[in-house]
């Protein structure tokens, strides 16, 4: 079993910038991919970023240039720096974890308005 817990989340203005983090916790396997995810009201969950063990990424076109995903695999950590944010990110993010099993975190709120 694997727990994920986030943080990072809140209200930022258009422009501004979030850290979101996720921490994983359990038996976890050095050979993983973890992800952020997100979904806005009245439309489905997509894929934000994610990152292998290895450092492989993968964007969202339409976060590409603004986003950054990241992980600090000695803390079992994964996170998101959103930059140049805009109304339009506006959703509540989960991180996920693959590994033997896919495991999700319980979401984020990310609200960027004026």
């Known amino acids: 079993q694997v727990q994920l817990v986030e943080s990072g989340g809140g209200l930022v203005q258009p422009g501004g910038s979030l850290r979101l983090s996720c921490a994983a916790s359990g038996t976890i396997f050095s050979i993983n991919v973890m992800a952020w995810y997100r979904q806005a009201p009245g439309k489905g969950r997509e894929l934000v970023a994610s990152?292998?063990?290895?450092?492989?990424?993968t964007y969202a076109d339409s976060v590409k240039g603004r986003f950054t995903i990241s992980r600090d695999n000695a803390k079992n950590t994964v996170y998101l720096q959103m930059n140049s944010l805009k109304p339009e990110d506006t959703a509540v993010y989960y991180c996920?974890?693959?590994?033997?099993?896919?495991?999700w975190g319980q979401g984020t709120q990310v609200t960027v308005s004026s």
């Open positions: 996920k974890y693959s590994g033997y099993y896919a495991y």
């Open positions: 990152i292998t063990s290895s450092g492989t990424t």
